[in-house]
């Protein structure tokens, strides 16, 4: 049973639990499973609920494109987090953009999406849409400004993995 994400705002309805169950599950099913520290740390998986035309709910569930991916394709990125590469939230978003008929009611990230580019893009494209997640980093920085804990921990403890 995974645990209940935190929620933004913090008076969200709570958090439909499939969707941290299909980010978890996503990565129990790759091959191989991403269920490393590092794994956890690289990628940042997004779960998106949805409810079409009929009523009919489903979920969406996005990987981002991982920096080692784009390594291979690009050449070295200066970082060891996922917050390079091509977001998993931009991801849906664009899938979510090609399919208006569709319309979004929960945002799962396994981070909480990121200030600089994804936060912008959800609250301009997704309104009101409430997000959940288990790890923010703006909750770890210590007194210096150091990272006191990287997503890959948290994600590993959070799982249970
Ligand atoms: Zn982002």
Redesign the pocket.
Known sequence: MVRVPNAKPIDSPRCDLRLPNAALRYRMTASPRLITRDALGAINVTAWLYRDRRGIEGIQVNPNVPIAELQRVFGPAPTPDAEVGF?S??LAAEWFRIRPDLQVIQIFSERI??RH??APLLQHYYPGVPWYYYYDAGSWVGNRGELLKRAGDILKNTYGL
């Open positions: 977001h939230e931009a999406p990121c580019m994804c």
